[in-house]
């Protein structure tokens, strides 16, 4: 750190080790436990079999399918006595990680913000505030753009009975559906938080902007095989990841190049 920051940057006070390592448990305790009630009130059914948190999230994620399958008269399985039971289980994690994250964060904030120096505190916050916002823009592409195009285009393989042909219907299994959408959800997500990483080693001095345009070629190619990784064997879901993230990286250069600036001043 700077030597000509003076002290009164600092923040109040000094904890011994032992003080830091009590504080970072009562926080995690604190994760834990709020994480764990929201995990048990996700599952709670009250009359209704389809009452709960999870049923009720799990029938929004489904709604894209539904819509498409409901007029031709589809319909989602499950094949093994347990799967019904462990597919809640997953979407009462999901749910509660998705509710429990921003608090996480908070204690995450709480914890490492009485070490820094003011400025560093100004520095990061945005940074804080960014993580939760982008990660949801890109859940929410998936949900509202990806994902039903690239239902449309899976379910265009059925084939009509005719001319002594048997028909090819799906019937998608509700274990595959939910991890296919979570996997899709987490990867937009992630891969939304690309400007937050790019601007925080453009911070810490270890790339500069000029850095990161010089090696644009090489993301737009890492853009495209991430996506072709994470992303179902259609080129339409590859396409629509790998486009945002190349354009996510170009605004991360001007982003940048003004912050470089502004530091320089």
């Given at each position: 750190m700077s030597e000509n920051i003076s002290k009164d940057d600092l923040s109040d006070g000094h904890m011994s080790l032992m003080d830091h390592l009590t504080e970072l448990r009562s926080r995690l305790l604190l994760s834990i436990v709020v994480f764990i009630i929201l995990f048990l009130v996700c599952l709670v059914r009250i009359g209704d079999p389809s009452s709960s948190i999870a049923d009720q999230v799990y029938l929004f994620l489904q709604k894209p399918l539904a819509d498409l399958l409901v007029e031709r008269g589809g319909r989602m399985i499950f094949t093994g006595l347990h799967e019904g039971f462990f597919t809640q289980i997953k979407v009462a994690f999901f749910t509660s990680i998705s509710i429990s994250l921003p608090i996480i964060l908070i204690q995450v904030w709480k914890f490492i913000a009485p070490g820094l120096y003011k400025n560093e505190r100004n520095a990061m916050l945005p940074f804080m505030?960014?993580?939760?916002?982008?990660?949801?823009?890109?859940?929410?592409?998936?949900?509202?753009?990806?994902?039903?195009?690239a239902w449309q285009f899976f379910l265009s393989f059925e084939i009509n009975p005719g001319q002594g042909a048997l028909p090819i219907e799906v019937e998608p299994r509700i274990s595959e559906y939910l991890s296919l959408v979570m996997r899709l959800m987490f990867a937009f997500g992630l891969s939304f938080e690309l400007p937050v990483v790019l601007l925080l080693l453009v911070k810490s001095g270890f790339v500069t902007p000029e850095g990161l345009a010089a090696k644009r070629r090489y993301a737009i190619l890492i853009s495209f095989v991430a996506a072709a990784i994470l992303t179902p064997p259609d080129v339409i879901s590859q396409v629509m990841l790998a486009t945002p993230i190349i354009i996510l990286y170009e605004i991360s250069i001007i982003a940048s190049k003004i912050m470089y600036k502004k530091d320089k001043n």
């Open positions: 505030i960014a993580t939760p916002f982008l990660f949801i823009l890109g859940a929410a592409m998936v949900y509202y753009m990806v994902i039903p195009l």
